[in-house]
């Protein structure tokens, strides 16, 4: 193994170098490079194309480099740091691979890490040795979505290595895998509001009658045709995306029609005509479009996997938690309850293994009613992206709160150990969390921090944690509300700047929310300190606090509502989600 002596007391004698016709992500990754070693060692380490002369050792950076770098024969976004005699080399299976082993390069040896869009480290060093023979590494799975908004800026979803739709992830970053839509879209695909006066039936026979407000009658041809030229036009239209969804609506309103129930029948799942469906058009666009994924969902009726149909090789089949639990890890509860919705999914995870080359999952990390409910599964999070990774999946999003603003109630401690875990499920989730803390709220407040998320998270365990808790939720008492609000109040105390007093500030939301929403109504105790919460969360530029919903309706609902249970009307703030 060799040693390189990088830097020291400021100065080297490397030179970061990539190919004179470079893309912009690998120039970006050189840049990259030469910045973090000035913070790590002070040495303003040159770069420059390989048109220049060679003036001594090199970190060779991407393909191509004086003709001796390749790019790897290894996945798209993995990539290899090795030793090459005098020089040092980091290469991928593409361009963005490239500069994700920059940033490993960089966590190993420089001890880097992007807590948050906002918090970084680095370990300051004044001799920068290394030993190295070759590090190889490849994401476990394709996609890789934290589904928060603070996790969807650009540069800290490069660091996470993130490649999800919504992160703002451009040419320099290697781009993302763009999706026209990644959710219900059967609505969409043939417009009931243009069809069904017409052509009723286009759309579910349920008890005989053709019904509005359903899902589609998949074996209709003229539905197949309709359906595929509005798919062409999505895929003509927006070409820089390479997944389109053809997913069934949100509802159970399947239609039952003689030849939709036989194919169900025959299928053993109501996911049976969906597939053939999908499948139909899926081959209709392969070859006038063969970069595009075409994206469904095995969701609630349509979980269990079909018996006999098999989805093609340009489709993702993406199942989804919404029913489960997540006090325990989904195995743990599926076996406790062999009849219970986390069995259902696993079951059915475990057999659509066989039907599909690109199973995904969609997952949940959040309370939607309650963004500011403590739910805190870190461990139980670690646990479960673990079994999906041995059972076949190979995309996974974790739904977080997606409101513009967030970041409370552990959302950006999640979004961190959301990427460590998808690139590499066997991560130490403790030692990650110990790094986090310390990194964002420092030593010894961290310590206080992460006396507070062990609180939640071991009342979490009580159960049932699901994605609908209110504040009235077993696993919550005022006891243990007022202490997490004291045990923050002693982290405010140690915190040693502003950055982290307004970081514990924010966290410190949570429990306030819990506490707000608990006291009884028409007092004035509860009119002012609906008020400061209201007041606080518009301070740190936060739009939501019940998934959406106007923050005034929200302010409404703490007034009016004991536990915010009672909630006027069906007001909806849609904005779609791509």
């Not at 060093?125 to 934290?146: C, N, V, Y």
């Not at 489960?324 to 195995?331: D, G, I, M, T, V």
């Not at 709160?401 to 991560?427: H, M, Q, T, V």
């Not at 300190?529 to 606080?536: K, N, P, S, Y």
Request: proline letters at 4%.
């Amino acid at each position: 193994m060799a040693v390189y002596t990088i830097a020291e007391q400021g100065e080297s004698v490397f030179h970061i170098v990539a190919h004179q016709y470079a893309s912009e992500t690998v120039r970006f990754a050189a840049s990259e490079m030469q910045k973090y070693l000035l913070q790590a060692t002070g040495a303003a380490i040159p770069y420059f194309s390989d048109r220049c002369p060679q003036r001594g050792p090199e970190i060779r950076i991407g393909a191509g480099v004086r003709g001796e770098t390749k790019q790897e024969e290894t996945d798209p976004e993995g990539f290899v740091i090795r030793g090459a005699g005098a020089h040092v080399t980091i290469t991928g299976g593409s361009d963005r691979g490239v500069l994700y082993g920059v940033y490993r390069f960089l966590e190993i040896f420089c001890g880097f890490r992007a807590f948050t869009g906002e918090v970084e480290k680095i370990d300051r060093t004044d001799l920068l040795q290394i030993e190295l023979e070759e590090i190889r590494e490849k994401p476990a799975f394709e996609f890789r979505d934290s589904y928060f908004r603070n996790a969807f800026q650009g540069d800290f979803a490069a660091k996470s290595r993130f490649n999800s739709s919504l992160c703002d992830l451009s040419f320099a970053h290697g781009g993302r895998m763009k999706w026209f839509n990644f959710h219900h879209s059967f609505v969409d695909l043939v417009p009931e509001a243009l069809y069904f006066d017409s052509h009723p039936e286009y759309f579910s026979e349920i008890g005989g009658e053709r019904v509005r407000n359903s899902q589609l009658c998949l074996t209709n041809p003229e539905v197949k045709k309709i359906a595929l030229a509005t798919l062409r036009r999505w895929i003509r239209e927006n070409p820089e995306c390479s997944v389109f969804s053809v997913a069934q609506n949100d509802n159970r309103r399947r239609c039952t029609c003689p030849n939709c129930k036989k194919l169900e029948e025959e299928e053993g799942s109501p996911a049976g005509p969906i597939l053939h469906f999908v499948n139909e058009l899926a081959d209709a666009i392969r070859d006038e479009a063969p970069h595009v994924l075409i994206h469904t969902f095995a969701y609630q009726y349509s979980l269990p996997a079909p018996k006999k149909v098999v989805a093609r090789d340009n489709v993702i089949v993406r199942l989804c938690t919404i029913s489960c639990r997540f006090c325990a890890p989904l195995e743990e509860l599926a076996k406790q309850d062999p009849d219970g919705a986390e069995a259902e999914f696993v079951n059915a995870l475990q057999n659509w293994h066989h039907h599909a080359k690109h199973l995904y999952v969609w997952n949940y990390a959040t309370a939607f009613r309650n963004y500011l409910f403590p739910f805190f599964h870190f461990h139980t999070l670690a646990e479960n992206i673990r079994f999906f990774a041995k059972n076949g999946v190979v995309g996974v999003l974790e739904q977080g709160n997606f409101a513009y603003g967030g970041g409370a109630a552990g959302d950006d401690l999640k979004s961190y150990l959301i990427g460590r875990l998808l690139w590499n499920p066997e991560a130490d989730v403790d030692a990650e969390m110990k790094a986090y803390l310390e990194g964002v709220y420092g030593r010894k407040a961290g310590e206080r921090m992460g006396a507070y998320y062990r609180l939640f998270e071991e009342a979490g365990k009580k159960g049932p944690l699901t994605i609908r808790e209110y504040p009235d939720s077993q696993i919550v008492n005022d006891e243990l509300i007022q202490k997490a609000l004291d045990i923050l109040d002693q982290a405010l105390s140690l915190a040693t700047d502003e950055g982290v007093r307004r970081r514990i500030k924010r966290e410190a939301l949570c429990p306030r929310y819990l506490a707000t929403a608990r006291m009884p109504l028409d007092t004035l105790e509860k009119k002012q300190a609906v008020e400061e919460l209201i007041r606080d969360v518009k301070g740190f530029g936060m739009t939501e606090i019940m998934e959406r919903t106007s923050l005034a309706v929200s302010k409404e609902v703490l007034l009016t509502s004991l536990y915010c249970k009672e909630r006027p009307g069906r007001y909806s703030l849609y904005y779609i989600m791509q």
